[in-house]
C-alpha cells in the first residue's frame, strides 16, 4: 500500500509539470493541444520515471538503461494512450482540452502506467 501511495505522488508530480507544460504552450505559444498534451507528457514520463527508479520502487539495483529501456516502451503506450484520449474525448465529445487531459490522465494512471511500472519496468522478474 506505501508503494502504491508513493507512486501516487510521484504521479501527481509528474502530472503537475506535465499540466503546466500542456496550458502554457496552447495558451502562450499558440500550439495545438494534442502536439503540446504529447509535449506535456514527455517532460512528465521524464520526472515520473527519476522519482520512481529512486524514490518509490527502489529500484537503483538494476542497471538505468535497462530499466530505461522497460519505462520507454511502455511510456510509448502511455503517450499514445494519453494522445488517442485527449483527442476523442477533446475532439468527439467536446470536452474542454484540460477536462480531456485529466480525464484520460487518470484512466491511464491508474490502468496502465501503475501496473505496467510496478510488475515491468521496475520488477526484477523481467
Known amino acids: 500500500m506505501i508503494t502504491f501511495l508513493k507512486a501516487n505522488m510521484s504521479s501527481l508530480l509528474a502530472?503537475?509539470?506535465?499540466?503546466?507544460?500542456?496550458?502554457?504552450?496552447?495558451?502562450?505559444?499558440?500550439?495545438?493541444?494534442?502536439?503540446?498534451?504529447?509535449?506535456?507528457?514527455?517532460?512528465?514520463?521524464v520526472i515520473n520515471f527519476c522519482v520512481n527508479r529512486r524514490w518509490v520502487f527502489g529500484a537503483g539495483e538494476e542497471r538505468a538503461v535497462r530499466q530505461g529501456f522497460k519505462y520507454a516502451l511502455v511510456w510509448a503506450g502511455n503517450l499514445l494512450l494519453n494522445m488517442g484520449g485527449m483527442y476523442v474525448l477533446a475532439s468527439y465529445a467536446g470536452l474542454h482540452y484540460v477536462l480531456?487531459?485529466?480525464?484520460?490522465?487518470?484512466?491511464?494512471?491508474?490502468?496502465?502506467n501503475y501496473p505496467m511500472q510496478k510488475n515491468f519496468v521496475f520488477s526484477n522478474n523481467w
Open 100 to 112: 480531456a487531459k485529466v480525464a484520460t490522465s487518470l484512466l491511464v494512471a491508474f490502468l496502465y
Open 15 to 45: 502530472s503537475g509539470c506535465d499540466f503546466l507544460m500542456t496550458v502554457a504552450l496552447v495558451q502562450w505559444a499558440g500550439w495545438h493541444a494534442v502536439i503540446a498534451g504529447a509535449t506535456g507528457t514527455v517532460t512528465g514520463g
